[in-house]
């Protein structure tokens, strides 16, 4: 079967590394590449090794277009493309957003094409990295059942692993997926800053720090949140739980206030009796 044809919209990170993994595949040929920044839009053909630059009103007719642009920029670009006319009938248009559903692309469905969603759960920081590990990743889709029976091919063959979601709980869903990666980056910067208002410096404390979190996730993976948890909240160990509030407070008011969130978070988790529940509850919710 000849590959189909595909158009990129948004030559960002995730963008080219989809479309240099499908071209790798075979199942694709790159056409039109169209972006706000000609560099990045010339950057992204040579990271892909294929396709030409164009203005969106010059795509050709594709089987695939794939948007991937910032979330706010995709009803704009819904507009730009039904005024275009280039969109052919009976072709596939997806985004991969997670936090958008694909309903922002309905109006297309009056140009006769097919809409869906398919969202990588995976960093792109890298796309280099990226395209060398994206086998195994979980990617959250919804849309057209036409359009998505279509792209299952695409995300097979890369050894993608597909999950049905719902358009109506896909916030929840991407809020999720922001908290185990996005702040996850975030918490390691509020553990970094700890540990260097503590005298380790950060080409140090990185190093220490990375088998405590590797194992944690190993322990997520063996045992589930419940039994994971460790530490002085796991334990009930109340006057701890109190200094590190206070040296938190100390040093940043936001690291205090993440080490407090989520404090009450793993008290959730906590098997304690009463008492010790009670205690570290009133120390979580007072305020500074």
């Known amino acids: 079967m000849a590959p189909a044809t595909l158009n990129l919209?948004?030559?960002?990170?995730?963008?080219?590394?989809?479309?240099?993994?499908?071209?790798?595949?075979?199942?694709?040929?790159l056409q039109g590449v169209a972006g706000r920044r000609p560099a990045m839009v010339d950057e992204a053909i040579a990271f892909i090794g294929a396709g030409q630059a164009m203005a969106l009103s010059d795509l050709p007719a594709a089987a695939f277009t794939l948007l991937a642009?910032?979330?706010?920029?995709?009803?704009?670009?819904?507009?730009?493309?039904?005024?275009a006319g280039i969109l052919a009938a009976d072709s596939v248009v997806l985004h991969a957003?997670?936090?958008?559903?694909?309903?922002?692309?309905?109006?297309?469905?009056?140009?006769?094409?097919?809409?869906?969603?398919?969202?990588?759960?995976?960093?792109?920081?890298?796309?280099?990295?990226?395209?060398?590990?994206?086998a195994g990743t979980w990617c959250g889709c919804e849309g057209d059942a036409i359009a998505l029976t279509r792209l299952a091919p695409l995300f097979d063959v890369l050894g993608a692993h597909r999950l049905d979601i719902t358009a109506q709980h896909k916030t929840l869903y991407h809020a999720?997926?922001?908290?185990?990666?996005?702040?996850?980056?975030a918490l390691m910067e509020a553990a970094l800053r700890c540990m260097a208002a503590a005298g380790v410096p950060r080409e140090q404390a990185w190093p220490a720090l990375r088998p405590l979190v590797q194992g944690t996730l190993a322990n997520l993976d063996r045992l589930g949140t419940h039994a994971a948890l460790t530490g002085p909240i796991a334990r009930g160990d109340t006057h701890t739980v109190a200094r590190q509030l206070a040296a938190t407070q100390?040093?940043?008011?936001?690291?205090?206030?993440?080490?407090?969130?989520?404090g009450q978070l793993a008290l959730q988790l906590a098997q304690l009796d009463a008492g010790q529940h009670q205690a570290l509850a009133a120390l979580l919710e007072a305020q500074p």
Request: hydrophobic content about 50%; overall charge negative.
């Open 9 to 29: 919209i948004g030559p960002g990170r995730l963008g080219r590394s989809l479309t240099r993994l499908w071209h790798d595949a075979g199942v694709v040929t």
């Open 69 to 83: 642009t910032p979330d706010d920029a995709l009803p704009g670009l819904v507009a730009q493309l039904l005024q």
């Open 97 to 134: 957003s997670g936090a958008v559903g694909s309903e922002v692309l309905a109006p297309l469905r009056s140009a006769g094409v097919w809409v869906a969603s398919v969202h990588p759960l995976k960093s792109f920081a890298q796309p280099a990295q990226a395209i060398q590990d994206f």
């Open 176 to 185: 999720g997926a922001v908290l185990a990666c996005n702040d996850l980056v």
């Open 250 to 262: 100390a040093l940043d008011p936001a690291v205090a206030q993440a080490y407090r969130s989520l």
